[in-house]
């Protein structure tokens, strides 16, 4: 059963990736938009990390204020972002004009939303979840031989406990010192039972005991991760958000020299 399953779910992605190929996009390198902050630049696009999308007919999380915090000494480095749930490039399109040299990889298992090109973003229809189809996304872009880390992760994909957890397991060795690791809606899995699909720690849960010093056991986390966040994190920042359910946290790598 889960071998048809599984079958189902490759063809359904390989439809939605053809699909997306053949769609027409909007080309940002053609834009001249002249936006300072990150939060301009995430209603522009039609972000709900911005303050309000849409000429303020929208409220958005607000979650901007706190990535301008965190991430304006990359301003003008040269960095790599992935994004996990990119939805439709919204927020890659506003990194792009904020960080001027940044290269973005955008995943997301539903590629028909993304409606944004540039030649600094990079887009893959791909399962955040499955591990093997992360290997070859990470063989595909030439990873390990050339890019080794990236600067900034965030997740923001289907913010269901388990994904959020195999996503911070798989993908958190490869932040960059000094960077970081960003998981969006963090706390999802508390307000919605549906989201909660695992018997294991929540995010807020695995937190807590990083604070407090506690010991982590996790089915979804392994003990190399978890040595790797006990150790080398330097600062956890949480923060709500405009909402009651919006909420966010950076996870900050230390800087080894």
């Given at each position: 059963?889960?071998?048809?399953q ?25 834009d ?7 939060d ?17 007919k ?11 915090t ?8 040269k ?38 090109s ?20 990470l ?21 269901i ?9 798989f ?14 809606d ?5 307000y ?11 995010i ?51 800087t080894i020299?």
């Open positions: 059963m889960n071998t048809i599984d079958n189902l779910n490759f063809f359904s992605l390989f439809k939605r990736n053809l699909l997306y190929k053949f769609k027409k996009k909007i080309n940002i390198d053609l001249n938009i002249k936006k300072n902050s990150l301009e630049l995430f209603s522009y696009y039609g972000s709900d990390k911005a303050n309000s999308i849409n000429d303020d929208e409220q958005g999380h607000g979650f901007s204020k706190f990535y301008e965190h991430l304006k000494p990359f301003k003008n480095k960095i790599k972002i992935l994004e996990i749930g990119a939805y439709s490039g919204a927020s890659a399109a506003a990194f792009v004009k904020f960080f001027p040299n940044t290269e973005i990889y955008c995943l997301d298992i539903n590629l028909l939303n993304f409606k944004y540039s030649k600094k973003i990079n887009v893959y229809g791909a399962n955040s979840s499955n591990n093997s189809m992360m290997l070859k996304f063989s595909k872009i030439n990873f390990f031989e050339s890019i080794k880390y990236f600067d900034i992760i965030i997740d923001d994909g289907s913010h406990q388990s994904d959020q957890l195999i996503a911070l397991d993908f958190y060795k490869h932040v960059v010192n000094g960077g970081f690791y960003i998981i969006e963090y706390k999802f899995a508390n919605f039972s549906h989201l909660n699909d695992v018997d294991d720690l929540k807020d849960e695995l937190i807590k005991k990083i604070n407090n010093q506690e010991n982590i056991i996790s089915k979804f986390i392994s003990e190399n991760t978890i040595n790797d966040i006990t150790r080398n994190n330097k600062n956890i920042f949480e923060y709500k958000g405009n909402t009651k359910i919006s909420d966010i946290v950076f996870f900050e790598k230390k020299f």
